[in-house]
């Protein structure tokens, strides 16, 4: 059962990221400010849920939150920063596009850069423990999907609408037949050993 808040009496966002150990293609992240008393029987964890129950809850999500954020930061960037410090500002991104400020923020995960001056909480397995980290991660991996299969079309080498950029082995071999493309991960040290 997921824990509808940590403080009931502050405005809450859950802050997830998706594509972080990706090969390629950008981060994602997304924020989400549910009503207290949100629930809905499949939402949980994105990875715990079909690619069917992801679709299906994210215009649940869009439409009967208070207010939500998708960002991203491509691979590009992510060469030059860090794939950390892009996590990071896809997360900031993500907040600063709530039309409402959030007084607590709840990030799945260990580490974050704080943001302005709004106190947060750094949970491990934050998406399988609270509901607006469970919605965030469905955005997340649900947008990103998306810009992959976009990609994909482009690149179809890779079998991006298949394994979405990670390192599965399809992906691998194709590295190794044709090398990397504009939307790899450089920094990632994926380029084939010659």
Not at 101 to 107: A, C, D, G, S, V
Not at 144 to 150: I, L, T, W
């Amino acid at each position: 059962m997921l824990e509808k808040y940590y403080d009931k009496d502050k405005i809450e966002a859950g802050i997830d990221e998706a594509g972080r150990g990706c090969y390629a293609g950008p981060v994602f992240a997304a924020a989400v400010i549910l009503p207290k008393d949100f629930y809905h029987p499949l939402l949980n964890d994105s990875k715990k849920l079909s690619k069917k129950s992801r679709e299906l809850l994210r215009p649940i999500i869009e439409k009967e939150s208070i207010g939500f954020g998708v960002a991203m930061v491509d691979n590009n960037e992510i060469d030059v920063i860090n794939i950390l410090q892009a996590s990071f500002k896809a997360m900031h991104l993500a907040i600063n596009k709530i039309k409402k400020t959030p007084e607590l923020l709840l990030i799945d995960g260990n580490r974050f850069k704080p943001y302005k001056k709004i106190a947060h909480h750094c949970i491990i397995k934050g998406d399988g423990k609270y509901s607006s980290i469970a919605a965030a991660s469905i955005l997340a991996k649900t947008y990103r999907d998306e810009y992959m299969q976009k990609i994909h079309a482009e690149y179809n080498d890779y079998r991006w609408d298949k394994n979405m950029g990670y390192g599965t082995l399809d992906h691998r071999l194709a590295i190794e037949e044709y090398g990397l493309c504009k939307y790899h991960r450089k920094s990632f040290n994926i380029a084939p050993k010659k």
